[in-house]
């Protein structure tokens, strides 16, 4: 199996590209069982990282013509959930080894994809989905893997901070989160992306980077937490009938808002900015 893989995966740079290198990559990937994950990823890291690298440089290149090939986006389904059952079921793989996976990209990528998302006026956007999926497991390993670092992880935390959470566009998404009455088309990709993507690299850098924390925590409180205590108060009537995609939404902001008052201090000064009574807290928590 290994060696077919090494040939498949060395495929992948001929022209034109073969969907049925696809399908077999695919299927070979799909096999892998909670138990073989681990095996697996020892026996064929080098090809894996391949994988990986090639999957990095398809996002990053200027023209997306693949992202209409059915079996491209099924190998990128699949081999995002290869990459899941990597980061919580793959024990036996250390931390430097999963994360030479799964951080397998350069700046100048990161830049590209970011640049794309940017022109993007397409608001179910596949391409934003697929980064999401990408930028999701990144913060689901490192959660799990605190002492994990990278350049990546502080460079993509700083820049989803400036660019999209302090946006306008983001403000207008938590606006529209507010309303009590929630139609499903609001969760575009792009609403997404911005709303539980974004936050939750964001809080992945925060955690990683304490130092930085007070050099966002004030804009994080004086620009948020209105609309986080409206959200969660507008939202908290109906619980039971919350769709996987506000859980999302709602889940990512609860985790940034704690996260600053966690990493406050003895003092909690951001804890009584966004609780400053104990009729807030009493309110809130009821």
């Known amino acids: 199996m290994e060696s077919i ?19 077999q990559i695919v299927v ?23 994988l990986e690298r090639w999957a990095w440089e398809l996002f990053s290149q200027e023209s997306h013509l693949w992202i209409d090939e059915p079996s491209c ?5 699949t081999l995002a959930i290869f990459n899941e059952k990597l980061i919580f079921n793959c024990g036996e793989i250390d931390m430097e080894k999963k994360g030479s996976l799964l951080f397998s990209v350069t700046i100048e990528q990161v830049n590209s994809v970011f640049m794309h998302i940017e022109r993007s006026t397409y608001d ?15 913060a689901k390993f490192a959660f799990d893997n605190l002492e994990y670092t990278s350049p990546i992880i502080n460079y ?15 403000k207008i998404f938590l606006t529209q989160l507010r309303q009590p009455h929630l139609s499903h ?16 690299y964001f809080n992945l850098y925060l955690v990683h980077e304490a ?23 507008v939202h908290s009537y109906s619980v039971a009938s919350w769709s996987k995609e506000l859980v999302s939404c709602i889940a990512r902001h609860i985790s940034l808002t704690v996260g600053c008052c966690w990493l406050d201090g003895e003092n909690q000064p ?11 807290v009493h309110d809130h928590f009821e």
């Open 5 to 23: 893989f090494h040939q498949l995966v060395a495929a992948l740079h001929e022209s034109p590209l073969s969907t049925d290198v696809l399908d």
């Open 211 to 233: 130092k930085m924390f007070y050099d966002y925590a004030d804009d994080i409180v004086q620009c948020f937490s209105e609309d986080y205590l409206e959200i969660i108060r």
């Open 185 to 200: 088309t609001i969760f575009t990709t792009k609403f997404l992306f911005y709303i539980a993507t974004c936050p939750s």
């Open 73 to 77: 986006q099924q190998l990128f389904r």
């Open 124 to 138: 179910n956007d596949p391409f934003i989905a697929f980064i999401s999926i990408w930028f999701d497991n990144h």
């Open 28 to 50: 070979l990937l799909q096999q892998q069982t909670d138990q073989s994950a681990s095996s697996f990823v020892t026996s064929t890291h080098p090809s894996l990282l391949i």
């Open 156 to 170: 993509i935390g700083r820049y989803v901070f400036n660019k999209y959470i302090k946006s306008k566009e983001y």
């Open 270 to 280: 951001h804890m009584k900015a966004v609780f400053p009574t104990e009729k807030a």
